[in-house]
């Protein structure tokens, strides 16, 4: 059985191979780290905000990295949502249910980005 760390690092991992062969945009509109922006606007706006934001056309890979950590909340083994795989779907669950489960998800959240932040290199830049 695999413990959180190891939960967190293998899915925060996929997220930067993915991102490597060019199947997942993480970068920002002008070629900026969004893997780097969205723990501080977590913890500043909270996680409901963080995805709505993430939610416009012109932030895909805000979108792309938000979709990821979906995926990663409904994965057995952290199991605190339940059929999420995208950004938009992540926000509908979470309006939907109680504060308890938005807490827990947004800790999780950081836990993520903690792994995700250092897998994940720019796109285009040096790695």
């Known amino acids: 059985m695999k413990n959180l ?7 925060a991992l996929a997220l930067a191979l993915e991102a490597e062969k060019g199947n997942t945009p993480v970068s920002g509109a002008n070629g ?3 893997i780097k922006k969205i723990p501080p606007m977590i913890m500043g706006n909270g996680l409901l905000a963080t995805i709505a934001f993430s939610l416009d056309p012109k932030r895909e890979g805000y979108a792309a990295i ?6 990663h ?54 790695k």
């Open 73 to 126: 909340l409904c994965s057995p083994g952290i199991a605190i949502t339940e059929d999420t795989i995208s950004a938009k779907s992540l926000i509908e669950f979470l309006v939907a249910n109680d504060s308890a489960t938005l807490r827990l998800a947004t800790a999780e959240s950081l836990e993520w980005f903690g792994y995700a932040r250092r897998f994940v290199k720019k796109q285009g830049g040096e």
């Open 66 to 71: 938000l979709s990821h950590l979906a995926r």
């Open 5 to 11: 760390e190891q939960i967190r690092a293998q899915s």
């Open 32 to 34: 900026g780290e969004a």
